[in-house]
């Protein structure tokens, strides 16, 4: 080995614990970040050539690489859109600077951006996944076709138009023919109007085969409560079950909607006229109050009048070999060669993770390791620094011999 050789080496040496020391940096730095995965090092040796009678000397080349695999602690939170995944996989996201391509990260401090009603992460990416507006989504397995950022800025105020319900009246057995019984009902119309229905019951045989028509009559306005009227004969058997119909049908002919009512449960029975069960869907129009996420990644919108509302479906992706994915700003990732290409799938799923929400991955950071680390790098910087060291004072006694 020559001095110069000798000098080579020692600052390859040090040039690879400096990038020791800085991936311990990054890690310490970072231990309190959301999703971040570890950087370690690894040493090669680097032999130019080698043989019996002669020594070339050689250096130290440095291959970093990150714990991407390995899932940190999962803490709960208070917030529904702090989201972790348990298990494998990757959230989808946009990147902020709007590149086309979707990014994976771990990190999910999510949060409804003001401005652009997406839900963004503490590093500025938008959550993706897929619009459940017209039923259940259709992903492609290897692909990004259809995301979208979750956005829920326009939903608001909606209104759930009444479709279905029961209802169930006891009809007095002994009421006299041409008896009439009324109550009403409430359904809502497509804009949210609730329309009073009056339901009438009038008699007209007696026992044992007891006989009723019922006449249901909706509201003259406004336009989209307007509903045709709708009769039904009602026939009982010797026990006072209902043995005709057991569904009607209520028609708003302005807007098409129409609500199946099940009567089975209606009775002809020596009791007063009473409800027995009377229940129909459809709620006034509400603001959003929130979000609920469930573990396969359905986001239910809920609304301040207590229903819910699917919206969006969160996927995951998955790789064959994570830990090759290339690192980027905000504890994000993107894909290599090395790492294969993504699977996409919905929590619960397919070898996925689940998607918790109300909670946080924190970082897979070993604090004691990585002190321990740094002083043992420290240490060997300070080894190579001396074989430069003695190599410089080498040359200075070679420098010297003429004199």
Sequence with gaps: MSLYGMLRTGVSGMNAQSNKLSAISDN?????????????TEFANLITSNNQTSYQS?????????????????????SPTD??????????????????????????SFTFDAKSGNLVNNAGYSLLGYSLAN??????????????????????????????????????????????????ISVYDTIGNEAKVNVSYTKTADSPSAAWTMTVTGPTS?????????????????????????????????????????ITGTTNVAAAFEPITADINGKAPSAVSGVDIATDGIVYVTYENGSRSPA????????SSPDNLQPISGA????TLESGNAQIGFGGSAGMGVVKSSALESSNVDMASELTEMIVAQRDYTA????FQTGTELLDVLMNLKR
């Design 83 to 108: 989201l972790a995944v348990d298990g494998d996989g990757f959230f989808l996201v946009k990147q902020p600077d709007g590149s086309s391509a979707p990014a994976m990260t771990r990190n999910g």
């Design 384 to 387: 190579n620094s001396k074989v």
């Design 58 to 78: 050689g250096a130290v080349s440095t291959d970093v690489r990150y714990a991407i695999s390995k899932q940190g602690n999962i803490a709960g939170t208070t």
């Design 28 to 40: 310490v730095a970072n231990s309190g970040t959301n999703g971040y995965k570890a950087a370690s």
């Design 332 to 335: 994000a990732f993107m894909p």
């Design 135 to 184: 039923g259940a989504p259709s992903g492609v397995l290897n692909g990004y076709a259809g995301l979208v950022p979750i956005n829920i800025q326009n939903m608001g105020l909606q209104a759930t138009p009444s479709t279905s319900g029961t209802l169930a009246m006891n009809l007095p057995d002994n009421a006299k023919v041409g008896d009439v019984k009324t109550t009403s």
């Design 222 to 262: 406004p336009p989209t409560s307007v509903m045709t009227t709708t009769t039904a004969n009602l026939t009982f058997d010797k026990n006072g079950k209902l043995i005709s119909s057991p569904s009607i049908t209520l028609n708003f002919p302005n807007t098409g909607q129409s609500v199946s009512l099940d």
């Design 312 to 319: 969006f479906q969160i996927p995951l992706a998955k790789f």
